[in-house]
């Protein structure tokens, strides 16, 4: 006996109070587990939606992939094009170099001679003009 009370009493106390401590550490250990349930269904839904959600980001970036391939063939297209626009332009100008050298000279040509001999020309065309009615008229007698 301790303290004036059977020990039997004291250990069955003691028993108790343990067993009381048990009980609580139970339902705070429920409780824990009740979260780590709810924590459960709440992560195994973030898996699914972050699955989702690069499955989404995969077709994108297909759909990405394809555009750029299609851009890629667009532009090159469009570059070989304006290329060859760009070597007939440059066919062109230099076409126009040459014919306007040559507009440059006759021009030069026809003012020296006009310099040299100014009457004659008049002449040539107007013999010019009365040779081609001529053969008019003698194509109508003719008809």
């Known amino acids: 006996m301790m303290f004036g009370l059977p020990l039997g009493f004291l250990i069955e106390g003691a028993v108790a109070v343990l067993l009381a401590m ?76 040459v014919l306007m050298e040559r507009i440059a000279r006759i021009t030069s040509v026809a003012r020296h001679s006009q310099a040299i001999e100014p009457v004659e020309e008049p002449n040539k065309v107007r013999s010019a003009l009365e040779q081609l009615s001529a053969r008019v008229r003698n194509r109508e007698a003719a008809a």
């Open 22 to 97: 048990t009980i609580g550490y139970c339902v705070l250990l429920n409780a824990r587990l009740k979260r780590l349930h709810q924590d459960k269904d709440v992560l195994r839904q973030m898996v699914a939606d972050l699955v989702s959600a690069t499955n989404l980001a995969n077709q994108a970036i297909k759909e990405l992939k394809s555009t750029a391939v299609e851009a890629d063939l667009s532009l090159t297209a469009r570059l070989d094009e304006a290329e060859r626009f760009g070597i007939e332009l440059a066919n062109h100008v230099n076409a126009g170099t």
